[in-house]
């Protein structure tokens, strides 16, 4: 026991004396922590106190250019322009998006860069005047990503089981392009807000005049209608038989009681057994409805194809203003003539703390 005792106490002061360096270390580590963020207080500090400083030696220059500044501002943003714009949402048919694509390019070009207001109006017959209002065409696809993923899905069913398992939604994204929608957004920039009443008729004609695409138009238009009135022959024989042969029925359930379990309308010719079933008009019935059904879709993609392009939603009547903060001078040269003093302001003074330097 007496030889245990010591072992004890030397184990408590070696105890006693780990939890006094760990605790020295935490003491050490959070008087670091807030020594490095009473630094950055203090710089920031010293920092807002010398701005502080600069502003109030250099106000009289700052307000001298500020005031000058917003009113030149102002007197050129009264000599400036207003733009206007307005979109227009089409669905190309016939694979004509290039060609579209095309004769946006084309009035781009004529409108934003040689600003050549006669052949614009020459090219969408409106007045020389009106065409020099256009300062700009626009045009991209009118997509999302539920569009795209249904294009995707459409895609791989295209596909067999070996493309299915290479092809990705990533890879299919990268192969697409412009023309690889129908749905597209058209958008006019205009300094007159009034001019897109004047572009309604014209515009589409102009976008879509194509000899090979009228003529592919004009082709797919007359087959869809021969089969329309082919269909409508098929119907209306159809129906006429089917109506003989429910009125032969009739006559035949009031003739005799001994067509029990009879399916439908039922003749026999030659050596035929009496219970073989020839004609049933249940199936004439289903097959007229199949052949409305079809008749109804070509109705339907013969009123889709009618134009070249379809127009979705139209211009409206006049066009709203797309200017923003940065396009009015009275704001872009007050924060330009602030730090064109700023500038100048430090570069004097690093200029005069230099010259003390040097004495």
């Known amino acids: 026991m007496s030889q245990e005792s010591p072992n004890k106490n030397d184990n408590n002061k070696s105890e006693e004396v780990d939890l006094l360096v760990f605790f020295n270390l935490i003491g050490s ?18 920092l807002i106190i010398a701005i ?3 502003l109030f030696a250099s106000a009289k220059w700052y307000a001298l250019g500020l005031i000058l500044s917003f009113s030149l501002g102002c007197l050129i943003d009264s000599y400036k322009e207003n733009y206007y714009g307005a979109n227009m949402f089409i669905e190309t048919n016939f694979n004509s998006t290039r060609q579209v694509y095309e ?15 006669k052949e614009i109006a020459r090219q969408l017959k409106i007045t020389e005047e009106q065409a020099s209002h256009i300062k700009n065409f626009y045009i991209v696809p009118d997509i ?3 569009t795209q993923m249904e294009m995707y899905i459409e895609y791989r069913s295209t596909l067999d089981s070996v493309s299915k398992l290479k092809s990705t939604f990533k890879d299919y994204l990268k192969g697409l392009n412009n023309y690889s929608f129908t749905a597209h957004k058209l958008a006019v920039l205009s300094t007159d807000k009034n001019i897109y009443k004047n572009l309604k008729n014209n515009f589409i004609a102009f976008l879509r005049k194509n000899p090979y695409l009228d003529s592919l138009k004009n082709i797919n238009i007359i087959n869809i209608k021969a089969k329309i009135t082919d269909l409508k022959s098929q ?4 129906d006429s038989l089917n109506n003989s042969y429910l009125s032969i029925r009739i006559k035949e359930s009031d ?3 001994n067509s029990k379990g009879s399916n439908g309308t039922n003749f026999y010719m030659g050596n035929s057994q009496p219970n073989e079933l020839l004609v049933d008009e249940s199936k004439i019935t289903s097959l007229l409805f199949s052949l409305k059904q079809e008749k109804t879709e070509l109705e339907n993609e013969l009123n889709l194809n009618q134009n070249i392009i379809d127009v979705v939603s139209d211009f409206p009547p006049s066009g709203y203003d797309v200017s923003e903060w940065t ?3 009275k704001y872009t040269l007050p924060i330009l003539t602030l730090m064109f003093i700023f500038i100048v302001i430090m570069l004097l003074n690093l200029n005069r703390f230099l010259k003390q330097h040097n004495e």
């Open 255 to 257: 003739k005799s009681v």
């Open 235 to 238: 119907i209306n024989k159809l």
């Open 103 to 117: 004769n946006i390019r084309n009035l781009k070009q004529l409108a934003s860069i040689d600003h050549d207001s």
């Open 144 to 146: 999302d990503k539920n």
């Open 52 to 54: 502080l400083k600069h």
């Open 327 to 329: 396009d009015y001078k």
């Open 29 to 46: 580590a959070f008087g670091k922590v807030y020594s490095f963020f009473e630094k950055i207080v203090m710089t920031i500090y010293k």
